[in-house]
Each structure stands twice: as structure tokens, then as C-alpha cells.
Nanobody
Framework: VQLVESGGGLVQAGGSLRLSCAAS????????KGWFRQAPGKERTFVAA????????YYADSVKGRFTISRDNAKNTVYLQMNSLKPEDTAVYYC???????????????WGQGTQVTVSS
């Protein structure tokens, strides 16, 4: 069972990145998916989540209006489109999966290894 993130990198403030999280080993099409991030020396915090059918999405206030979470169950993949990036968005971004969506890291049982996003000013 694996969740593998990709799409991170270095971008200037105001730029965009699209993160992907592909699942393998089992199907997560019936699972909610979440994105979290962790900056150096800080706790892992909620970014966005999406229900299993994509019918509902949830965002942290800090990213609302700039980030969009989506999923393609046929590809077993969840995405995070990040626009208008700010230096404070710099962090390692993790995707997670669980039968039910949540906004706390402990609510998710499956995690990816993370992908680094760095936003320069």
C-alpha cells in the first residue's frame, strides 16, 4: 500500500504548482483524501481534503481561494493545484487517505512520503 506524491519544487512567489498523489497496492477510490504540510520545526497542519466521490471539499483558511483539491478515481490519484503561492507556503506536503475525511493528521491512517515545496520571495 503506497501513496506517492509528486510535483513539488522551487517556485517564485505568485507562481503555481500542481501536486499529485498516486495510490498503488490497493484502491482508494472509496477513501477520503487529504493534503497536509509541515514546515521545519512546526507541526503538520491541514491544507485541504476531499470526500471519496469528490462531492465535498474542505480547505484551511490560509489556502482558501488559492488552492484547489480534486481527484480522479479512475487513476487512483488526488491533486492539489496551488496558485498565488507565498513564501509561507513553503513546506513538505503530504497526502493522506482514510475512509472518512478529517482535518487532523491523526484521523488519517495512510500517508505518502511527502514532496518539498519551496516558494522564494
Amino acid at each position: 500500500v503506497q501513496l506517492v506524491e509528486s510535483g513539488g519544487g522551487l517556485v517564485q512567489a505568485g507562481g503555481s504548482l500542481r501536486l499529485s498523489c498516486a495510490a498503488s497496492g490497493r484502491t482508494f477510490s472509496s477513501y477520503a483524501k487529504g493534503w497536509f504540510r509541515q514546515a521545519p520545526g512546526k507541526e503538520r497542519t491541514f491544507v485541504a481534503a476531499i470526500t471519496w466521490d469528490g462531492g465535498s471539499t474542505y480547505y484551511a483558511d490560509s489556502v482558501k481561494g488559492r488552492f484547489t483539491i480534486s481527484r480522479d478515481n479512475a487513476k487512483n490519484t488526488v491533486y492539489l493545484q496551488m496558485n498565488s503561492l507565498k513564501p509561507e507556503d513553503t513546506a513538505v506536503y503530504y497526502c493522506a487517505a482514510d475512509p472518512r475525511w478529517g482535518s487532523r493528521a491523526y484521523e488519517y491512517h495512510y500517508w505518502g512520503q511527502g514532496t518539498q515545496v519551496t516558494v522564494s520571495s
